[in-house]
C-alpha cells in the first residue's frame, strides 16, 4: 500500500514538474500559473522583462533579417505589399518613393517613451517596413480610417483622419493592413505589459496621460485593439516570429502563445485563474458602452469631464465613448419620432421615443423615461450579461422583455432585449452600459452556397488567415490539413 501511495505520488509531482506550454515555451509562464486580472499582467511582466538588450547596430538589422523573413527568402513588410527587398542590400538608405528600401519600423513610436532603452532595441515591436511608408506614418497612433492622407500602394495601409469612434485626438492615424491588424494589437499588448514599471511617464492620443500601470489604454484605443486582436487570431508567423525573437533577445509573447490572453487581463476572464499548462482559450467578449462620469478624465486639451480610464466628456451611452449617433443635446422634440441608433462590434443599441413620452440626452446620460425603451441587440453570439450604471440614484424600476433583471444587471440569454422603466413620474439617468457577449464555441448554420471570398474558418468560428495542421471551413466546406 505504502509502495502504491508512493507511487501515486512520485506521478503527481512528475505531471507538476514537466508540464509544459504551447509552442515549446516549456516552463517559461510557470510564475505566472494561478494569476489573474492585474496580478497576472504584472506576474508576466517580471517574466518577459528579463531579456537581452540589444544594440540598434548591428543587432536589430540582423535581428529583423531573421525574424521577418518570408518564406521565399525577401523581407517581410508590413506597410506594403509591392516590395521585395532582400537583406542586408535593401537597408534604410535614401528614398523618394514607396519600394526603394526598408527599415527598421518602431510599431510603437519611440517618440512615445522618449526613445529610453530597452524599448528602443526590442525586436519584439520593431518590424521590417518600406522606408517610404514608414516615414509618412512617423509616430502617428494606429486607428481606423478611410485614408486620403499618404496611403500606401493600393490602400494597403491607409493614413487620414480618425474614424475609430470615441477618438479625440488631434493627429491624423495610421490604419495597418487587416492582415496585421492582432499582430501590431498583440505587440501593443506586449509593450504594455513587459514594461508597465516605467510606462507612466509615455504619451501618445492611444495612451492615458499618465499611463495606468494596469490599464494604460485610452478606452477607444484598448477596445479597438481588443477587436483587432480577436478578429484577427495569431498566425504560424506570429508564432514563427516569436520564436525568433526568443532565440535573439530571450524572452516571448504571452500574447502569441495563449491566443486570447488579453481577456484574462481586461476582458470577459480576469476574474479566472490563468493556467500556463492547461490554457483555456477565451470564448467570451466583453465590450463596453462608457460615458462621462466624475473624475479628471485624460489629457486631452479641452475635455474637462471624463471618468476612470480618461472617457471624454463628449460622450453619453456610447459605441467606443461617441454620442450614440445623436447630433444633439437636451430635451428632443415630442414629434421627432427618429430613433437614436448606435452599432460596434456587432453591438446594436437603439434608443425609441413612444406616443406621449419625452425624450432627454447629453452628454452625461440618457434618460429613460416611462414611455421610452432602450433596445440591446447583438448579430451573432449571445448577449449573457447586462449591466447599466445610473448618473445618479432612481426610485425607477428597469424591467427588461426577457431575462432576469437584479437591479441594474440583466442576465440571460438572448439576443435582443428591450428595456424600460415602471410607470409614474421621473426618470432614470443612464450614465453607461456594460454588454457581455458569448461567442458560439462550435460553427453553426454553414451555408453550402458557392462564395467569391473564400475565408477560413477555426472550429470556434474564428478567421483563420495562415492554416498550419488541423480541421478548418473554408467556403463552407470542412477541410482538413495534416
Not at 28 to 45: C, F, M, R, V
Not at 308 to 318: A, L, R
Not at 398 to 419: E, H, K, P, Q, R
Request: net charge neutral.
Amino acid at each position: 500500500m505504502k509502495k502504491l501511495l508512493f507511487t501515486a505520488i512520485s506521478a503527481l509531482f512528475a505531471m507538476s514538474v514537466f508540464a509544459q506550454g504551447p509552442n515549446n515555451s516549456d516552463t517559461y509562464y510557470q510564475n505566472a500559473d494561478g494569476k489573474k486580472g492585474s496580478a497576472l499582467k504584472t506576474a508576466l511582466a517580471g517574466i518577459i522583462k528579463k531579456h537581452k538588450t540589444l544594440s540598434y547596430t548591428p543587432d536589430v538589422w540582423e535581428g529583423i533579417e531573421k525574424v521577418d523573413i518570408r518564406d521565399d527568402g525577401y523581407i517581410l513588410d508590413r506597410y506594403s505589399n509591392i516590395t521585395n527587398y532582400t537583406k542586408v542590400k535593401d537597408r534604410a538608405g535614401n528614398y523618394s518613393k514607396e519600394g526603394d528600401c526598408y527599415n527598421r519600423e518602431h510599431s510603437f513610436p519611440q517618440d512615445w517613451f522618449d526613445s529610453q532603452s530597452p524599448m528602443s532595441t526590442d525586436l519584439m515591436h520593431i518590424v521590417a517596413s518600406d522606408g517610404k511608408v514608414n516615414g509618412n506614418r512617423g509616430n502617428l497612433p494606429f486607428g481606423e480610417t478611410n485614408g486620403g492622407k499618404n496611403n500606401s500602394a493600393n490602400n494597403y495601409s491607409k493614413i487620414g483622419s480618425c474614424t475609430t469612434a470615441g477618438y479625440t485626438g488631434s493627429t491624423n492615424v495610421f490604419e495597418p493592413n487587416d492582415e496585421w491588424k492582432g499582430d501590431f494589437a498583440r505587440i501593443y499588448f506586449y509593450m504594455v505589459t513587459c514594461y508597465e514599471d516605467v510606462l507612466s511617464g509615455w504619451h501618445s492620443e492611444m495612451l492615458i496621460v499618465p499611463a495606468d500601470t494596469y490599464q494604460p489604454f485610452s478606452i477607444w484605443a484598448i477596445n479597438m485593439l481588443l477587436r483587432w486582436a480577436k478578429d484577427d487570431p495569431v498566425s504560424n508567423v506570429e508564432k514563427k516570429r516569436n520564436a525568433g525573437v526568443f532565440g535573439e533577445q530571450g524572452n516571448r509573447n504571452p500574447f502569441v502563445d495563449y491566443p486570447g490572453l488579453e481577456q484574462y487581463i481586461w476582458g470577459s476572464k480576469k476574474n479566472d485563474s490563468f493556467s500556463y499548462s492547461n490554457y483555456e482559450e477565451p470564448t467570451e467578449y466583453v465590450i463596453e458602452y462608457a460615458s462621462s462620469g466624475g473624475g479628471t478624465g485624460e489629457d486631452t486639451g479641452g475635455d474637462t469631464g471624463g471618468g476612470e480610464g480618461g472617457v471624454p466628456s463628449n460622450s453619453t451611452i456610447s459605441l467606443n465613448n461617441t454620442f450614440f449617433n445623436c447630433s444633439y443635446t437636451g430635451a428632443i422634440d415630442i414629434k421627432n419620432n427618429e430613433d437614436l441608433t448606435g452599432t460596434q462590434d456587432g453591438v446594436k443599441v437603439v434608443y425609441s421615443l413612444a406616443t406621449g413620452s419625452n425624450r432627454y440626452c447629453n452628454a452625461s446620460q440618457i434618460r429613460l423615461y416611462q414611455n421610452n425603451t432602450l433596445t440591446v441587440s447583438v448579430g451573432q453570439g449571445t448577449i449573457t450579461k447586462i449591466e447599466f450604471e445610473l448618473a445618479t440614484t432612481s426610485s425607477k424600476v428597469l424591467s427588461a422583455s426577457t431575462g432576469t433583471m437584479d437591479g441594474l444587471t440583466w442576465t440571460g440569454n438572448a439576443s435582443s432585449i428591450v428595456f424600460n422603466v415602471n410607470s409614474g413620474s421621473g426618470n432614470m439617468q443612464i450614465k453607461s452600459i456594460k454588454v457581455t457577449v458569448s461567442v458560439p464555441s462550435a460553427i453553426k448554420g454553414l451555408s453550402t452556397k458557392a462564395r467569391t471570398i473564400r475565408r477560413t474558418y477555426d472550429l470556434k468560428g474564428q478567421r483563420v488567415r495562415t492554416t498550419g495542421k488541423g480541421i478548418y471551413i473554408k467556403n463552407g466546406k470542412k477541410i482538413i490539413i495534416n
